[in-house]
């Protein structure tokens, strides 16, 4: 059992940066495939960002060069660097694990998540 624990979520003006973080419990952080994902009111959870086992990064197209993800295995921590924020990026931003292999973007794939933390972009 993995527990997941979001944090960093704020207002914040268009074209402004922030940093979220997700810390796990547990001793295996590192046998983990790690998402964040995003859901905006009245649309559907979506794929925002992954890093696999061996730091290898996967980023929808919405963010591609805006955003970044990593990982610090021995803090059992995963961070989303957010540049360049856009309106269209507020949401609830959700931190996954699993540890499948798959399509690491779809939601499915994925077995344990936080809570949410809100991010609220102003133009």
């Known amino acids: 059992q993995v527990r997941l624990v979001e944090s960093g979520g704020a207002l914040v003006q268009a074209g402004g940066s922030l940093r979220l973080s997700c810390t796990a419990s547990g001793r295996t952080f590192s046998s983990y495939v790690m998402g964040w994902f995003r859901q905006a009111p009245g649309k559907e959870r979506e794929f925002v960002a992954a890093?696999?086992?061996?730091?290898?990064?996967y980023y929808s197209d919405s963010v591609k060069g805006r955003f970044t993800i990593s990982r610090d295995n021995a803090k059992n921590t995963v961070y989303l660097q957010m540049n360049s924020l856009k309106p269209e990026d507020t949401a609830v931003y959700y931190c996954a694990a699993t540890e499948k292999y798959g399509d690491y973007t779809v939601i499915d794939l994925y077995d344990y998540w936080g809570q949410g933390t809100q991010v609220t972009v102003s133009s």
């Open positions: 890093i696999n086992r061996s730091r290898r990064t």
